[in-house]
């Protein structure tokens, strides 16, 4: 369960394209020409993804007018993205109470994000069909209709409505953002890059562009390219968090724990709400369960849990990590937790039922579950079914990893070959898959191909901290290895 739901994009997804849209109309209803000046000087900074300095010149302007409806709604859109979620409903409801009082335009956006929130894709479908044709000259009907499809990984569909709100507005920088991930999740990498570096031409000087990049430049295995992205991000602007915890996701994949803890040492720091820093703590401690430190990522979780019961991924990588140590106990007691407080949630809030992220991560729990009580065969049947729904890579990757570790302990290595293959074709330097790989083999008794793919990884880490856990365990591996190869070949 990632830490952004697909909802979540969804929604950011039609909140840039409102933005955009009325930035270029300039058809917003306010009685006050400088809460006028201060909206539009919001939206530039909204359109950089700069939410904590938007969220200030939208303040400003609600204050000089109280009933500018889209000054509101763009506060909304602020205050959730920052971690106020109360504050966000608040301006929210009132933004939409005062409907009656704006454009017909205005209020098809507002009807057209009431449905969005409430998850009810039918009707914004209907409502997006609706806007594009009574304003097909303007871009964010196609951007609505871009974010539905990509909610059921349609992306080629999403794609082909980028690509007409591009001809209707060859400036939208935001459109190549999101063409260069879509590109990426079916695998064009050439195709995403090429699109990243038009949305640098259009949007100079701004984090986004160079954090994007990042994000597909570690999903193919360039992590120092890509930290040298999200450095130029973070120089850009220090407050644009993404940068930062994508850069620790990077120095992770190099073992660079120091690094790591640099990074969201500085998250915390700079955090604007305690939700945001959960967050922050959440994704800390599924690093430190990739890095072996089970004890103090049990701890960093539990204490989110202490304070916010009811946060999903926490429970769920909480779950996760003792799925790595093999616990079926905890497992159990997680897991069932977790759906508990599911239920919980989805009743308070009904969009999350919606949520294809979610639900996959609660099937991923029955897999975990299956593995740890024996039941491997359901365990490798339900792997591969969600390697197969998931569309992201970097996210589908982790799903084969399981399918193949589960295929491996059922005895069909060749398959099990084939899925971290797979893997490898997409990000050669994934190390975990490369490390199961050497296991395989080792187990098949190809020393020499157990020692070639370890040594890969080797130089992976070549600059790893010494104390990173994984490290010292490849280096126990490899020297076991080639003790191994030494006896079969007395001679070398």
Same mark, same amino acid.
């Given at each position: 369960?990632?830490?952004?739901?697909?909802?979540?994009?969804?929604?950011?997804?039609?909140?840039?394209?409102?933005?955009?849209?009325?930035?270029?109309?300039?058809?917003?209803?306010?009685?006050?020409?400088? #809460?006028?000046?201060?909206? @539009?000087?919001?939206?530039?900074?909204?359109?950089?993804? +700069?939410?904590?300095?938007?969220?200030?010149?939208?303040?400003?302007?609600?204050?000089?007018?109280?009933?500018?409806?889209?000054?509101?709604?763009?506060?909304?859109?602020?205050?959730?993205?920052?971690?106020?979620?109360?504050?966000?409903?608040?301006?929210?409801?009132? #933004?939409?109470?005062?409907?009656? @009082?704006?454009?017909?335009?205005?209020?098809?956006?507002?009807?057209?994000?009431?449905?969005?929130?409430?998850?009810?894709?039918?009707?914004?479908?209907?409502?997006?069909?609706?806007?594009?044709?009574?304003?097909? %000259?303007?871009?964010?009907?196609?951007?609505?209709?871009?974010?539905?499809?990509?909610?059921?990984?349609?992306?080629?569909?999403?794609?082909?409505?980028?690509?007409?709100?591009?001809?209707?507005?060859?400036?939208?920088?935001?459109?190549?953002?999101?063409?260069?991930?879509?590109?990426?999740?079916?695998?064009?990498?050439?195709?995403?890059?090429?699109?990243?570096?038009?949305?640098?031409?259009?949007?100079?000087? @701004?984090?986004?562009?160079?954090?994007?990049?990042? &994000?597909?430049?570690?999903?193919?295995?360039?992590?120092?390219?890509?930290?040298?992205?999200?450095? *130029?991000?973070?120089?850009?602007?220090?407050?644009?968090?993404?940068?930062?915890?994508?850069?620790?996701?990077?120095?992770?994949?190099?073992?660079?724990?120091?690094?790591?803890?640099?990074?969201?040492?500085?998250?915390?720091?700079?955090?604007?709400?305690?939700?945001?820093?959960?967050?922050?703590?959440?994704?800390?401690?599924?690093?430190?369960?990739?890095?072996?430190?089970?004890?103090?990522?049990?701890?960093?979780?539990?204490?989110?849990?202490?304070?916010?019961?009811?946060?999903?991924?926490?429970? +769920?990588?909480?779950?996760?990590?003792? +799925?790595? @140590?093999?616990?079926? *106990?905890?497992?159990?007691?997680?897991? %069932?937790?977790?759906?508990?407080?599911?239920?919980?949630?989805?009743?308070?809030?009904?969009?999350?039922?919606?949520?294809?992220?979610?639900?996959?991560?609660?099937?991923?729990?029955?897999?975990?579950?299956?593995?740890?009580?024996? &039941?491997?065969?359901?365990?490798?049947?339900?792997?591969?079914?969600?390697?197969?729904?998931?569309?992201?890579?970097? #996210?589908?990757?982790?799903?084969?990893?399981?399918?193949?570790?589960?295929?491996?302990?059922?005895?069909?290595?060749?398959?099990?070959?084939?899925?971290?293959?797979?893997?490898?074709?997409?990000?050669?330097?994934?190390?975990?898959?490369?490390?199961?790989?050497?296991?395989?083999?080792?187990?098949?008794?190809?020393?020499?191909?157990?020692?070639? +793919?370890?040594?890969?990884?080797?130089?992976?880490?070549?600059?790893?901290?010494?104390?990173?856990?994984?490290?010292?365990?490849?280096?126990?591996?490899?020297?076991?290895?080639?003790? #191994?190869?030494?006896?079969?070949?007395?001679?070398?």
């Amino acid at each position: 369960m990632y830490r952004k739901f697909a909802l979540a994009l969804f929604l950011l997804l039609v909140i840039l394209s409102l933005v955009f849209a009325l930035k270029d109309d300039r058809e917003v209803t306010t009685s006050s020409a400088l #809460a006028y000046s201060y909206y @539009q000087e919001g939206i530039v900074l909204y359109e950089q993804l +700069y939410f904590r300095e938007a969220c200030g010149y939208f303040e400003k302007a609600v204050r000089e007018d109280s009933n500018f409806v889209m000054a509101l709604c763009r506060l909304s859109g602020c205050y959730h993205q920052l971690g106020f979620r109360d504050k966000g409903k608040e301006a929210w409801e009132r #933004a939409y109470s005062l409907k009656e @009082q704006v454009s017909d335009r205005e209020q098809l956006l507002l009807d057209l994000w009431q449905a969005g929130d409430g998850a009810d894709t039918a009707a914004t479908r209907q409502l997006a069909e609706e806007y594009l044709e009574r304003y097909p %000259d303007y871009r964010d009907g196609y951007s609505t209709l871009a974010g539905l499809e990509a909610r059921i990984d349609n992306y080629e569909a999403a794609i082909e409505y980028y690509l007409e709100a591009l001809a209707v507005d060859p400036g939208f920088a935001m459109a190549h953002n999101m063409l260069g991930y879509f590109n990426y999740y079916l695998g064009r990498y050439d195709d995403a890059l090429a699109h990243l570096e038009e949305y640098s031409r259009l949007a100079p000087n @701004q984090a986004n562009p160079h954090d994007s990049r990042g &994000e597909i430049l570690h999903a193919i295995g360039r992590y120092n390219e890509a930290i040298a992205e999200f450095r *130029k991000a973070f120089n850009v602007n220090p407050d644009f968090a993404y940068a930062v915890e994508h850069m620790a996701d990077s120095y992770l994949a190099l073992g660079k724990k120091s690094q790591i803890d640099n990074c969201f040492g500085t998250l915390i720091d700079q955090s604007p709400s305690k939700r945001k820093r959960n967050d922050f703590y959440v994704h800390w401690g599924r690093t430190l369960s990739k890095q072996q430190e089970y004890d103090s990522a049990a701890a960093m979780f539990d204490n989110v849990l202490c304070g916010d019961p009811e946060n999903l991924n926490a429970l +769920y990588y909480l779950g996760i990590n003792y +799925y790595l @140590q093999r616990d079926l *106990k905890n497992v159990t007691i997680t897991f %069932d937790s977790l759906r508990v407080v599911t239920d919980l949630r989805t009743e308070k809030e009904p969009a999350l039922k919606e949520s294809r992220e979610l639900k996959r991560a609660i099937t991923l729990t029955e897999a975990m579950t299956a593995d740890l009580s024996g &039941e491997l065969e359901e365990s490798a049947r339900i792997f591969a079914q969600v390697a197969e729904e998931t569309g992201v890579p970097t #996210a589908k990757a982790g799903v084969r990893y399981c399918y193949a570790d589960v295929l491996w302990r059922l005895g069909d290595n060749d398959l099990a070959k084939s899925e971290l293959q797979k893997n490898l074709s997409t990000n050669p330097n994934e190390s975990q898959s490369l490390r199961l790989l050497a296991d395989i083999f080792e187990s098949e008794g190809d020393y020499q191909s157990a020692l070639s +793919y370890r040594e890969r990884v080797l130089e992976i880490w070549k600059d790893a901290d010494p104390d990173f856990k994984p490290l010292l365990q490849l280096k126990e591996k490899v020297a076991s290895i080639i003790a #191994a190869l030494s006896q079969d070949n007395p001679r070398q």
